[in-house]
């Protein structure tokens, strides 16, 4: 299994960026995937999850200003990320569950700074 985010950057406070994450290599889909992220020194931490039949999981500290949504013709997930704040801050890695395995994708780095 692969998984290949892109869309990190370097945006201002108040701002907006889109990530997306490309899954490959099961024959049998994923059960569930998203985007965790991980801060200089911090745990990593959830910040979405989407199952394949639409139930959503975000963290307190994003909702409201997250979104994720899927596309499971393509195994595609994506986190659109608004009103950014300093805090939102990290790394971000895309996540899918395969049976009882769970999938890491590389991190992309999200910079939020004035």
């Known amino acids: 299994v692969q998984l290949q985010a892109s869309g990190g950057g370097l945006v201002q406070p108040g701002g907006s960026l889109r990530l997306s994450c490309a899954a490959s290599?099961?024959?049998?889909?994923?059960?569930?995937m998203g985007w965790y992220r991980q801060a200089p020194g911090q745990q990593r931490e959830l910040v979405a999850t989407?199952?394949?039949?639409?139930?959503?999981n975000y963290a307190d500290s994003v909702k409201g200003r997250f979104t994720i949504s899927r596309d499971n013709a393509k195994n595609a997930v994506y986190l659109q990320m608004n009103s950014l704040k300093p805090e939102d801050t990290a790394h971000y890695y895309c996540g899918a569950v395969v049976g009882m395995d769970y999938f890491w994708g590389q991190g992309t780095l999200v910079t939020v700074s004035s």
């Open positions: 290599g099961s024959s049998f889909g994923f059960s569930r």
């Open positions: 989407k199952t394949i039949g639409g139930t959503t």
